[in-house]
């Protein structure tokens, strides 16, 4: 009777296992848009995004993005999160398979009676397995899977994010030192151009007033170059912070490369023209996919808990019993019980698991939406930048050629008594201000290129979460 009731019960256990559920939900639709709307890139030489930086003809750039990424405390907190994530995978597969225990018990015993005193003492191996029916155990494990798996693009997501703080700044850097330039060279004009008004007006030939005028204009240009050099010297001090070099070390190798610096990355991002096979390369993106996963899976296990539990247990040892000078020894083992647990009252707690369960998938669905939605937008928005760049870059420059002209042919008739103090300095504010675009310019392109090899995801790939391990 004894088989008969134990092979009913897990005959019911086994039928009512086809009505778990232990599958994620169904793919969910990303919402990407059918085509870009901004126009693509279509100048410089397109390279491989996960070697862009090697391409750029600046070493210096690399060894700082390296050693960012070397002391990025980012970085380091997505490493602990992947440990934290492959731990809650294995400990999550170890619940499917069965739990194993080494047990050594010693008691000593008296009954108070002319029975003689004894000592019973013990070894044995527990071995216990929840049979896991419904597939609660399995959801777990998959779940904890995909968080792991989201992790691991965590990291390469703060990689790329650092990457590009840090080459933000460089180029930041690098734009303000030839702003720098420009403002010394500015003031070194003004300056000249104060001390030959000043002669000119102690022989009788410029009004006091133009003699003013230009030493307020020589004293405005000092304080632009003074200015100009604490922004680079901020400049500087941020990318001591990200890179973690000192600062004495960083100037001499800035200095260095001053040569070979440049304000626009040399070669360019490829994107491709479908939204859907560029947002597949960027790791938030799948990272918000995984977690997706990770929130279907856990409805299914809390949909699971819901369902009776079948679990069974044994043990084998060999144990020893001493008493009144005599020694007993035998081997022991037991098989079950085979225990099956149905849930029959419990105040709603399943089913308010598998609700908060349900709304947390929701929650992450949603979340996963908007990351795609904010990925077409970096996207497109660094394309119009782009577009826009490319589209300004020929006219600035020739605005700044023309300005330069005039005012070379202006200063040239000031000295000549051929032209004003006032027509000398509208000419030299007309062309800093041309200058100051071109250079602006060439940093917001650069920053648009970098903005689109973030947004098109750095070079990374979703096969490599498996293959590669920080």
């Not at 970085?75 to 400990?91: L, M, N, W």
């Not at 006219?395 to 006032?422: I, P, V, W």
Request: proline share 4%; hydrophobic share 40%; net charge neutral.
């Amino acid at each position: 009777m004894k088989i008969r009731s134990s092979a009913l019960a897990v005959s019911a256990a086994l039928a009512l296992a086809a009505c778990g559920t232990s599958g994620p939900a169904g793919k969910v639709a990303a919402g990407t848009p059918p085509q870009w709307q901004a126009p693509l890139p279509h100048n410089g030489s397109i390279t491989d995004l996960a070697g862009w930086w090697q391409h750029q003809g600046d070493p210096l750039l690399v060894e700082l993005i390296e050693a960012a990424q070397q002391a990025s405390p980012s970085i380091a907190s997505a490493q602990s999160r992947i440990a934290q994530s492959r731990a809650a995978r294995v400990a999550s597969g170890a619940a499917l398979a069965p739990q194993v225990n080494a047990v050594a018990t010693s008691t000593r015993m008296s009954k108070q009676s002319e029975a003689p005193v004894n000592t019973t003492s013990q070894a044995m191996l527990q071995a216990s397995w929840e049979i896991d029916l419904f597939g609660a155990n399995r959801a777990t494990r998959d779940a904890a899977q995909a968080r792991y798996e989201s992790a691991q693009a965590g990291w390469h997501e703060a990689r790329v994010s650092v990457a590009a703080e840090t080459a933000n700044q460089y180029y930041s850097l690098r734009a303000c030192e030839r702003l720098l330039a420009v403002a010394h060279e500015d003031s070194v004009s003004r300056q000249q151009t104060a001390n030959l008004t000043q002669l000119s007006a102690k022989a009788g030939f410029q009004s006091p007033a133009n003699a003013a005028l230009a030493s307020a204009s020589a004293a405005d240009g000092r304080s632009r170059e003074v200015a100009q050099r604490a922004a680079c010297d901020i400049d500087v001090k941020a990318l001591v912070a990200l890179t973690a070099l000192g600062e004495p070390e960083l100037r001499q190798k800035l200095g260095a490369n001053a040569a070979q610096a440049a304000l626009v990355p040399a070669q360019g991002v490829g994107i491709a023209s479908l939204p859907a096979h560029t947002l597949s390369q960027r790791p938030d993106v799948f990272t918000a996919e995984r977690e997706v996963a990770a929130s279907s899976f856990e409805v299914a296990g809390a949909q699971a808990e819901r369902f009776p539990s079948l679990s069974i247990s044994g043990s084998v040892g060999r144990g020893r019993i001493h008493a009144n000078g005599a020694n007993v020894t035998a081997n022991t083992w037991t098989v079950g019980p085979l225990q099956m647990t149905l849930p029959i009252f419990d105040a709603g707690t399943r089913r308010a698991n598998v609700d908060a369960a349900k709304a947390r998938y929701e929650a992450a669905v949603s979340g996963y939406r908007g990351s795609v939605r904010q990925a077409v937008r970096e996207v497109e928005e660094a394309l119009v930048n782009l577009d826009s760049t490319a589209q300004r870059g020929n006219d600035a420059q020739t605005a700044l050629d023309g300005y330069r002209l005039n005012f070379t042919a202006t200063e040239d008739r000031y000295k000549n008594g051929l032209a004003s103090l006032f027509e000398l300095e509208d000419a030299r504010r007309t062309r800093l201000a041309a200058e100051t675009t071109v250079v602006g310019l060439q940093r917001e392109r650069s920053a648009a290129w970098i903005a689109l090899y973030r947004a098109a995801g750095g070079g990374w790939q979703a096969q490599s979460t498996d293959t590669e391990k920080p």
